[in-house]
């Protein structure tokens, strides 16, 4: 079983900057790798940053050089830190966390997503 509740969404200038949180809580479940995806309406959800438990990361074309994901595995909680947000980057934001199930089986678990909005 794992929930995953995101926070640090909100309205925010061009330019400006947002932290998310993705705050995990599992049992019997190995997790893999966690990432962040957005959705804007009328495109298809997309992945944004992603982090294995080993510590790579990859990031979309996109965001790259302005956004940075990292862990806190003791914490179980991954980041998103957003820098020189631009209008484009409006969106609702989904973490999501990949693994093994304990008793077998690879599964993916979904957050129920925050909002960010850039303003111009």
């Known amino acids: 079983q794992v929930q995953l509740v995101e926070s640090g969404g909100g309205l925010v200038q061009a330019g400006g900057s947002l932290r998310l949180s993705c705050a995990a809580s599992?049992?019997?479940?190995?997790?893999?790798?966690m990432g962040w995806y957005r959705q804007a309406p009328g495109k298809q959800r997309e992945l944004v940053a992603a982090?294995?438990?080993?510590?790579?990361?990859n990031y979309a074309d996109s965001v790259k050089g302005r956004f940075t994901i990292s862990r806190d595995n003791a914490k179980n909680t991954v980041y998103l830190q957003m820098n020189s947000l631009k209008p484009e980057d409006t969106a609702v934001y989904y973490c999501?966390?990949?693994?093994?199930?304990?008793?077998?089986?690879?599964?993916?678990?979904w957050g129920q997503g925050t909002q960010v909005t850039v303003s111009s």
């Open positions: 999501k966390a990949s693994g093994v199930r304990d008793s077998g089986g690879r599964y993916d678990y």
């Open positions: 599992r049992s019997g479940f190995s997790i893999n790798a």
């Open positions: 982090i294995t438990s080993g510590g790579s990361t």
